[in-house]
């Protein structure tokens, strides 16, 4: 079994028998929107304006999504902030895109696109420079174009 050490960041590899026993941890969550970045903290602000300060080296995924008033959850274990949960989709608009090759509509064809956060991803050639689209958080792939 890989496991990651959800407070130091540490990778290990154990071996476990199937009667083993494991102690149960509880984690706790919290519906928030992204605030603001205070260096090297992420800040974060639920609905009765308490702030809760996420590190920088929990927040790698998010950080391709994090955008000024991003809904999302925030884990907490033993009362300390450890990790951030984005949303199944977010809409995002397309910042930078190569136009279409005219003509080329063999299968589906993917060009890569850049959002305001400097992630990329692959999406079909009809999208645009300034198009809102749909991604998905878990896979990082386009799901479709927003109106």
Known sequence: MKLKNLLSGAASEAVYKADDKFEQIVLDKKEVSYSYFADPMYV?????????????ENMVDALKYLEDGLACEVVFY???AISVELPNSVVREVVYTEPAVKGDTSGKV???AKLA?????????F???GDKIEIDTRTDEYKNRVK
Not at 44 to 56: H, K, P, R, S
């Open 127 to 129: 999208v645009a420079i």
């Open 78 to 80: 033993n009362g300390k």
């Open 110 to 112: 993917m060009k890569p």
């Open 117 to 125: 956060t400097g992630f990329e991803l692959p999406v079909p050639a």
């Open 44 to 56: 974060f602000m639920d609905a009765e304006y308490n702030q809760f300060e996420v590190e920088a």
